[in-house]
Structures are given as C-alpha cells and as structure tokens.
C-alpha cells in the first residue's frame, strides 16, 4: 500500500527481511529489548512520515517523563517512520530545539515502521489522525494498537509536519508536540497492561 508522496511505500527495511519472518523477529526483538528478558515492559512506538522531526521528539520526550518519575525500565519507548530512509539523522533544527528541554537527539537514526516492530509494540501513537487511518488500514491485525496523539489528548489536534519550512514552524511544531504529549500522557499510561504502579507514580 502506497503511503505518503508518490513512489514511496510502507515495506520492512530491516536487514534480514529476506530471511523466515521468525528469524528477523527474534533479531528485531533483540534490538528492541536491549537486556530485558523474554517476557519485556510494555512498548510504546511513536510514528510520524520520516522519523527525523516529530516521533524522535516524541520518543525523547516520553522518555524524559518516565526517567524523570524513576520509571525508565517500566515502560520501553521507541519511534519510526512510515516512509523513513533508514539511518537518516534527526533534523538539526530539532535537535537544536530539543536541547532547550534537556534532550539530545543526536545520535537519533531514522528507522522505518515495519510489521515487526507493530506486533512488539503495546501502543503506537502517530501524529495525525490521517497517518492513524492509514495504518490501521495497512494493518487492520494492529488496527487495536493504533491511535493518534490527539485523540488521546481528546483534542483530535494534528502535529503538523515541519520538515522544509522555517525554523517557526519546527518551534509550533515542538511547543503543539509537547502539549499534546502532556494531556495524552494518562491516557497513554492507562492502555498499558498491568501498570498499576507506574499510572500511580506519574
């Protein structure tokens, strides 16, 4: 299914797609869990377009509240793009910008949204709600998994991509990212499973 401009489609990037689907899961899997063992903490997975600007920022972001409510190996966060060209840097202009939060993007590298990485992840959570339709109807097994930051805002507010327009719009594009994240963060926590602990920490 063709996702995005024209000529780009949502496909697995990953090295060993070429191999038994079980193999390139075990191998995913690995480089998801880090040292957690089998049976790993929830994994949440922001989604945008090119995974350079906005679910990097995202993916800093939950991250910073979960280390800084002690909580880090409660939850996993991760990100990735629909039409990501894998192993591209973030953008500098939101690295720039992440700074002033106390974020550092820049050994961020771009990686793209796969099957895989749907069938790990607890929650993913896309910018737009159109990005949201798209996925759930490329994968209608995930459909469940899949929502919108602004839906769990109760907003049904758009981050609206910045990427080739001025420094302005990175700075909307941040400030609109960080409020939405801010109001959608209990809903967020409360569709992970068995997380009585962390929903009473944050």
């Not at 737009?128 to 805002?153: D, H, K, N």
């Not at 109760?154 to 609109?176: F, I, K, M, T, W």
Request: net charge neutral.
């Amino acid at each position: 299914m063709s996702l995005g401009p024209p000529g780009l489609t949502l496909l697995s990037d990953h090295p060993s797609c070429n191999r038994r689907a079980s193999d390139c899961s075990r191998q995913l899997h690995s480089s998801i869990h880090g040292g957690f063992p089998m049976d790993p903490p929830p994994l949440i997975v922001f989604v945008c377009y090119g995974n350079i600007c906005r679910s990097p920022l995202a993916e800093a972001l939950a991250r910073q509240k979960l280390e800084r409510a002690g909580l880090a190996g409660s939850i996993r966060v991760a990100s990735a793009g629909m039409i990501a060209w894998p192993g591209s840097p973030a953008s500098q202009e939101m690295i720039d910008l992440a700074v002033k939060w106390g974020l550092d993007l820049s050994n961020h590298r771009a990686r793209k949204l796969n099957a895989y990485l749907l069938d790990e992840a607890t929650l993913v959570v896309t910018m737009t709600g159109v990005q949201c339709m798209m996925l759930q109807a490329a994968y209608p097994e995930f459909a469940s998994r899949i929502v919108s930051l602004g839906e769990l805002a109760g907003s049904g507010e758009d981050v609206e991509d910045p990427y080739g327009r001025d420094l302005e719009a990175y700075r909307q594009c941040a400030a609109a990212l960080k409020r939405l994240l801010d109001m959608a963060w209990p809903a967020i926590v409360q569709r992970l499973p068995g997380q009585t602990t962390v929903k009473n920490s944050l």
